[in-house]
């Protein structure tokens, strides 16, 4: 069997700023509107962790790019944390902050690996989001503004750019169900803040266009939807969700169209979007970054906004965040991709599992079987995608440390790289050790 992975397929591994970084206000950062949620106790799930110290990526940053060269890496996605740039969220440039960033792009390229830098990871500055943040039209000037300073700065050592990453997460979680910063709790919100969030994709990657020179995208998260039945009720539920979760921003941003299912999703919440809002959205972009960790069999029920709910499977792997082990799902949405969004070239940008890991790894291994065996079956689904002619240009693994789970905490661990939160200690989990051999052999060794 010939390997389905082409020579220069990308290998590399993904993170977050807040996530891993620690020190969220030094140098003369302005605080996020992670910085407020995760220091107050109602509304973090996960009472005490905060971003503070995390990973300390922020001081040992050239240590960690060493680790990664020796696991093999070719590429490295990270997020820019938006205030330690831009401490007002425009304005004023805090050079310590953007030459933090300088230094890890340069130590990336010195240690040949690709930076993949992601402008928006959730981390909104939080003197934005004290003038609306996402609910602000002037949002979407905001962001082209912050795109300006990194493109001018960085483009050419960075060649791949994604303004967003999972709007759908941001709207769900941070301004609909308030599990997530800002924490807000309103439906009629929701909608709002992915209008503005997707003005402000667009209005970034019009800049891009006056001053870059090579590849910017936009990374959402699909979860492909499968029907509990053949009934009406099931097949217009997954139709719903599949909408509300996987065409929302998508469809704009390729077709300059809104799913009609939202109309019915958001009720009078819903408004239409004007042409010249639509029109800013739909801008011509290089690839499709795409998330997927898991799928869900739907069922209607009475769950709020979407009315379709999930259907355990019995005889299923679950994680630790509850999400099934389904590699299929990932060959099924890549197709769909290539298939209802003109064949658009495309990057896995997050893909990983959380399960569970002991606080300190035993005489310097850690093991987990259950990771690696989600890493086989995924990569192995890449490749089936690829075979049915998905133009896939690489694969960034979720993630590269054990790190902050937004609200979870420090609770589920991600990483394939074991994070030791008392003592700062890295370690290889078995499932690196299973990644690097990967890359060594561009996927052949998967069979």
């Known amino acids: 069997m010939s390997n389905p992975f082409p020579d220069d397929f990308l290998w590399g591994c993904a993170t977050a700023a807040y996530q891993i970084e620690g020190s969220p206000l030094a140098d003369g950062a302005g605080a996020s509107i992670w910085q407020r949620f995760s220091h107050d106790p109602r509304l973090m799930a996960a009472k005490g962790d905060t971003g503070d110290v995390a990973c300390d990526h922020y001081n040992r940053m050239v240590d960690d790019v060493a680790l990664m060269k020796r696991l093999g890496l070719k590429a490295y996605r990270f997020s820019v944390a938006w205030g330690r740039v831009l401490p007002d969220g425009i304005g004023q440039v805090n050079e310590a902050g953007l030459g933090f960033y300088e230094r890890l792009v340069d130590t990336l390229l010195a240690n040949d690996i690709e930076p993949l830098c992601t402008l928006y990871h959730w981390d909104l500055p939080a003197a934005l989001d004290d003038r609306g943040g996402w609910l602000n039209r002037d949002s979407a000037d905001w962001f082209a503004e912050y795109g300006r300073v990194l493109f001018e700065r960085l483009d050419g050592r960075v060649t791949k750019w994604v303004t967003l990453n999972e709007p759908w997460v941001v709207t769900d979680g941070g301004y609909l169900h308030g599990a997530l910063a800002p924490g807000h709790r309103n439906v009629f919100e929701a909608p709002i803040a992915s209008r503005n969030l997707m003005r402000a994709h667009g209005a970034a990657v019009k800049v891009y266009r006056e001053v870059g020179k090579h590849e910017i995208g936009l990374v959402v998260n699909l979860e492909p939807k499968y029907p509990a039945s053949d009934s009406p009720e099931d097949q217009a539920a997954t139709a719903r969700a599949t909408a509300y979760m996987n065409r929302q921003y998508l469809n704009p941003a390729i077709h300059g169209t809104n799913p009609a299912e939202l109309a019915d999703v958001f009720g009078e919440a819903w408004v239409d979007w004007s042409a010249e809002d639509l029109a800013l959205a739909r801008q011509p972009i290089d690839f499709v970054g795409v998330n997927y960790y898991?799928?869900?069999?739907?069922?209607?029920?009475?769950?709020?906004?979407?009315?379709?709910?999930?259907?355990?499977?019995?005889?299923?792997?679950?994680?630790?965040?509850?999400?099934?082990?389904?590699?299929?799902?990932?060959?099924?949405?890549?197709?769909?991709?290539?298939?209802?969004?003109?064949?658009?070239?495309?990057?896995?940008?997050?893909?990983?599992?959380?399960?569970?890991?002991?606080?300190?790894?035993?005489?310097?291994?850690?093991?987990?079987?259950?990771?690696?065996?989600?890493?086989?079956?995924?990569?192995?689904?890449?490749?089936?995608?690829?075979?049915?002619?998905?133009?896939?240009?690489?694969?960034?693994?979720?993630?590269?440390?054990?790190?902050?789970?937004w609200s979870l905490g420090y609770s589920k661990r991600f990483g394939i790289v074991h994070v030791n939160f008392e003592t700062q200690e890295r370690t290889f989990k078995d499932s690196a050790k299973l990644y690097s051999e990967v890359i060594a052999t561009n996927g052949a060794c998967l069979g």
């Not at 869900?296 to 099934?324: H, I």
């Not at 093991?367 to 240009?393: M, S, W």
């Open 294 to 405: 898991t799928r869900n069999v739907t069922k209607a029920d009475d769950s709020f906004p979407v009315r379709a709910g999930m259907v355990v499977q019995p005889q299923a792997t679950y994680t630790t965040t509850g999400w099934e082990v389904f590699g299929q799902g990932l060959t099924d949405v890549l197709l769909w991709v290539k298939d209802n969004y003109g064949d658009p070239t495309i990057y896995i940008t997050e893909n990983g599992a959380a399960f569970y890991d002991p606080p300190a790894a035993s005489q310097g291994r850690v093991e987990d079987p259950l990771r690696a065996a989600y890493l086989r079956e995924h990569i192995t689904a890449v490749g089936k995608a690829i075979e049915q002619g998905a133009r896939i240009k690489g694969y960034m693994l979720w993630s590269l440390f054990d790190n902050l789970e």
